[in-house]
């Protein structure tokens, strides 16, 4: 992974900065080169406007001027730099380094996103698709294992897409059908139950793929795991293959609705059984690794929303999704 070669700050300055990121990836995130980049360009205008000693010192006026908005500047991009701006704080604290906290309350929310939830006709075709994907250019054996398993675990456990990717071998247990999520989102740990299909398709996959050494459930090349990026662009090339519409914004559903799509097919399930919406919403927020149900109640509002007829899957329409590898 690249890392800040070209700083130009005091060695204090690059320590916290690469301290930063151990953190975010500790808690989960990936934080690729390009989140790096966002950091760095923050800790320019730090280290340029600040007026303290030490510098790393964060004044009220110092961030406020950082979290203002630029112009012309989208709300998307004002919100990101000033979630920035607000967590690097956070973490100086955490590190007995004042610094001003920018209140989440004035952080600029970006309109009311609405997920976009698959179909299970949806799910079937990009799967389908995915069965298809041979080799890469590198010629890596695995890759037409990997996106296949990759996007069931997404669909058929609801996780967070870099709680997938940092899954260890050690951390399925296929025999008792159990994943370990370790330190996801909030620093929660959780066992994620699967179902009977998805641990047969997932021991199958197990007995195909070359680790040689790799720890890693997913193992990409050099004993790494694979990129949330990755994932993400090649999901958008699935759906352009099966037809999924572009939205109204111009883009492809991100792979992060098929958690959406789980947890509103998975209240419906629980609805149709004759559990309580409200009481199926706290098991719901923990399977998910919510801190709270407000996370969850919004599934309510989308089983509501997108679905009038309870969704069934028969075991049909199971192997249909799992099939032996």
């Not at 959780?190 to 009977?196: A, D, G, K, N, Y």
């Not at 099966?242 to 883009?251: E, P, R, T």
């Amino acid at each position: 992974m690249k890392q800040y070669e070209t700083f130009d700050f005091p060695v204090t300055y690059r320590d916290i900065a690469m301290d930063y990121i151990d953190y975010k990836h500790s808690l989960g995130f990936n934080y690729s080169y390009i989140e790096q980049t966002k950091v760095n360009s923050m800790l320019n205008f730090i280290y340029a406007n600040s007026k303290s000693d030490p510098i790393l010192a964060l004044l009220p006026e110092l961030v406020n001027a950082y979290a203002s908005r630029k112009g012309t500047e989208s709300v998307q991009s004002l919100h990101a730099r000033q979630s920035h701006i607000r967590q690097f704080a956070l973490f100086l604290n955490l590190r007995g380094i004042p610094a001003y906290v920018y209140p989440k309350k004035l952080v600029k929310t970006t309109e009311v996103f609405v997920p976009y939830i698959f179909t299970s006709q949806e799910i079937r075709r990009i799967l389908q698709e995915a069965d298809t994907i041979g080799p890469n250019k590198n010629k890596f054996v695995n890759t037409p294992y990997i996106y296949p398993a990759v996007i069931r675990v997404l669909y058929g456990c609801g996780l967070r897409v870099s709680e997938a990717l940092a899954l260890k071998r050690e951390h399925v247990d296929l025999d008792n059908g159990v994943l370990v999520v370790m330190n996801g989102k909030n620093n929660v740990s959780r066992l994620i139950p699967v179902s009977e299909s998805l641990r047969q398709y997932l021991s199958l996959y197990d007995l195909k793929v070359e680790r040689a050494g790799n720890p890693y459930f997913f193992p990409a090349l050099h004993n790494e795991r694979y990129s949330p990026t990755t994932i993400r662009n090649q999901f958008i090339r699935l759906q352009k293959k099966v037809g999924i519409a572009q939205l109204s914004n111009g883009k492809y559903p991100r792979v992060h609705d098929l958690r959406h799509t789980f947890s509103v097919h998975a209240l419906e399930q629980m609805i149709h059984k004759g559990i309580d919406p409200y009481c199926s919403l706290p098991i719901l927020s923990t399977y998910l690794g919510h801190k709270g149900i407000e996370s969850t109640e919004k599934y309510l509002r989308l089983t509501k929303q997108y679905f009038v007829d309870i969704l069934q899957f028969s075991s049909e329409d199971a192997e249909k999704i799992f099939p032996e590898v």
